[in-house]
């Protein structure tokens, strides 16, 4: 199986429990990247008061912002590869 092919299914089986969309990345992303990313994500989501798309885009602009000693993740390299998918935006 192919990646592609595995990245079908994985978004298959999340619409048949009920969602309607996933973050996926187009490359393979640093781990502690990936950690800052998403819990910055749910910390706008839980906000309620923008949609994923958002909450997506200001979690990619903190990294972006970020002035701590992980700054190296300004680069895009760490955030651009996020990408919302599906049409529960």
């Known amino acids: 199986m192919n990646k592609s092919e595995n990245y079908e299914q994985e978004l298959n089986l999340a619409r048949e429990i009920g969602d309607k969309n996933a973050i996926a990345t187009l490359w393979q992303i640093d781990d502690l990247a990936t950690q800052q990313l998403m819990s910055q994500f749910y ?41 919302l998918i599906g049409n529960g935006l």
């Open 43 to 83: 910390t706008f989501l839980k906000q309620g008061n923008m949609t994923k798309a958002e909450a997506l885009r200001q979690a990619q602009l903190t990294l972006i912002n970020n002035n701590s000693a992980n700054s190296q993740w300004q680069d895009p390299y760490y955030w651009a590869a996020f990408i």
